[in-house]
């Protein structure tokens, strides 16, 4: 993988999991630490435990590459709101975000988000719920459910990647900001560059950086994050 000097601008990084074995898993934890294990361990939902997982050793073999220093030695701890971030470099920043079959990791030099949604059929009541009143016409504006949804994931992946460079995550703050004006920058978010993607046409992801650059995207397999980790730790 590249050195950090090629992080010129925010990168980020897909997993796509259907390639997944059930054989790599037991590999997979030797790689994480105890309370990572803990927390991970502690999802019911096995999909779900994959995704964190495989999460954590992007993090940590992207990090690795990029600091020059081993993986042992790459401390992923959270901060009082629960955004990750690396020990030994608070200044590399990095977000994730994991959904159906894909996990998506960014760093760069500048707070960074991200969200990935996989699209779903959205209930009406759901859209009243999670809008401002703004979001909610122009996504129901949109007529047909295929173009709703499209537009409600387009505003909704904005909004938490946002939530998600800044900090907070979603707490009781997703009205408080409208993201409805389509391509933004919307006013409160000044100094924030979103960018948008559809990935194999069933998902949407948003990042939202610091820094003005678009961010690069680069398709990568888990089998490749654990080879590149190096062998399995006693
Ligand atoms: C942060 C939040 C916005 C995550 O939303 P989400 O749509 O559920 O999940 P995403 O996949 O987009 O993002 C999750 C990642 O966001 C990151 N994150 C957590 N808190 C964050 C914060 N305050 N700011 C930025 N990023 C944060 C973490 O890396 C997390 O992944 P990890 O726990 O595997 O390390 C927030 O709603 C949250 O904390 N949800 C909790 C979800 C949860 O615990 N689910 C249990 C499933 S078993």
Redesign the pocket.
């Known amino acids: 993988m590249d050195s950090l000097m090629a992080l010129s601008g925010p990168r980020a990084w897909l997993v796509d999991l259907t390639s997944w074995q059930p054989a790599f898993e037991s590999r997979a934890w030797a790689f994480v630490t105890p309370a990572e294990r803990v927390?991970?361990g502690?999802?019911?939902?096995s999909s779900?435990?994959v995704?964190?997982l495989v999460?954590?050793l992007m993090v940590r073999s992207l990090a690795t590459a990029m600091l020059g220093i081993s993986w042992q030695n790459v401390s992923i701890v959270?901060?009082g709101?629960?955004?990750?971030y690396i020990r030994e470099a608070p200044w590399l920043y990095f977000?994730?975000?994991?959904?159906g079959s894909y996990v998506l990791v960014a760093f760069a030099r500048s707070p960074i988000?991200?969200?990935?949604?996989r699209r779903r059929p959205i209930a009406e009541g759901f859209l009243h719920y999670a809008l401002t009143a703004d979001e909610y016409g122009y996504v129901i504006q949109a007529g047909d459910p295929n173009h709703r949804e499209e537009r409600f994931l387009r505003v909704w992946t904005r909004k938490?990647s946002y939530?998600?460079?800044i900090?907070?995550?979603?707490t009781n703050n997703w009205r408080q900001i409208s993201f409805a004006s389509g391509h933004g920058p919307y006013q409160v978010c000044r100094g924030w560059r979103f960018t948008d993607w559809t990935i194999a046409s069933e998902y949407v992801a948003a990042v939202c950086c610091g820094d003005p650059k678009t961010p690069a995207l680069q398709h990568i397999t888990a089998l490749g994050i654990m080879r590149s980790l190096g062998p399995r730790p006693e």
């Open positions: 927390r991970i502690a999802c019911l939902d779900e435990r995704r964190r999460g954590q959270r901060d709101l629960g955004k990750p977000n994730l975000s994991h959904s988000g991200v969200d990935i949604e938490e939530f998600k460079a900090g907070t995550g979603l």
